[in-house]
């Protein structure tokens, strides 16, 4: 760390990670995860993916735009505060379909949970997996090392280094080993492809980020309601999500 993180930072990474108490719609959520990283990706497709692998879409994690804006402030404050100490390799299974859109713009999209403990088996609930191996290096910034910010980390067995998105990243495809084949997602069926990453810089953001509307956080909500039950969002819905999350990815870039 670079800087001791406020008692508002360290509660935002703790909710993150899921460490979480109580009945509260939004910060008792121990899976918050799931929507907050879909929101940085276009469209509904990371919505739907996660919806058919069985994973709740949580409609109070958007209903509350100032709340949301609230906890990234302080999740991307204990970014800016941090930085890695030593060269590390951390791993990550990545859903196929997000790494195919993370090798396409060379970044992380979203948030990025990485581990120093091997590609772990807490991360092979998806359909269809990529094996990624990042190399950070010493006075990487931006990383946080969960274990050494928070004074209690309740799922010290990840060993996470988090990545926050806007990360440039070099892509290397590279061989599948034997030993990787035997990692498999949700149907059983080995990674489809493995790469090494190295951090090459952060992007930084130009223009001017437009203000979230009420009603796109309401036809998100209805979005995920319908994707919950396993129906088709009507495509108006879809629409102004979509443009929502296009709004708020551009807001959350000039807020890190």
């Given amino acids: 760390m670079s800087g001791k993180l ?6 935002a990474l703790r909710f993150y990670i899921g460490d979480v108490s109580g009945n509260d719609s939004f910060f008792g959520d121990s899976k918050a995860y799931v929507v907050l990283n879909s929101l940085f990706f276009p469209n509904i497709s990371t919505e739907s993916a996660r919806a058919k692998e069985g994973k709740y879409l949580n409609p109070s994690i958007i209903a509350d735009i100032p709340r949301l804006m609230g906890f990234f402030e302080s999740l991307f404050s204990a970014f800016r505060k941090s930085a890695i100490k030593e060269n590390i390799l951390t791993y990550r299974v990545e859903r196929l379909a997000d790494y195919d859109l993370i090798r396409k713009n060379s970044a992380t999209i979203s948030m990025t949970s990485t581990s120093t403990a091997g590609f772990l088996n807490e991360y092979r609930d998806r359909r269809g997996i990529a094996l990624m191996k990042f190399q950070i290096h010493e006075n990487q910034r931006y990383c946080v090392d969960i274990g050494e ?31 990787e084949l035997h990692i498999t997602d949700c149907d059983d069926n ?6 090494q990453v190295k951090i090459s810089g952060f992007e930084e953001y130009s223009g001017i980020a437009p203000e979230l509307s009420a009603s796109g956080s309401k036809a998100g909500q209805r979005v995920y309601n319908a994707l919950n039950n396993g129906e088709i969002p009507e495509n108006e819905d879809i629409e102004q999500y979509s443009q929502w999350k296009n709004d708020l990815h551009e807001k959350l870039h000039s807020l890190i």
């Fill in 190 to 195: 080995p990674p489809q492809v493995s790469c």
């Fill in 6 to 11: 406020s008692p508002d930072e360290e509660n």
């Fill in 149 to 179: 910010a928070l004074p209690y980390y309740a799922k010290s067995q990840e060993a996470e280094i988090l990545l926050p998105p806007f990360m440039k990243l070099d892509i290397s495809e590279i061989s599948i080993t034997e030993s």
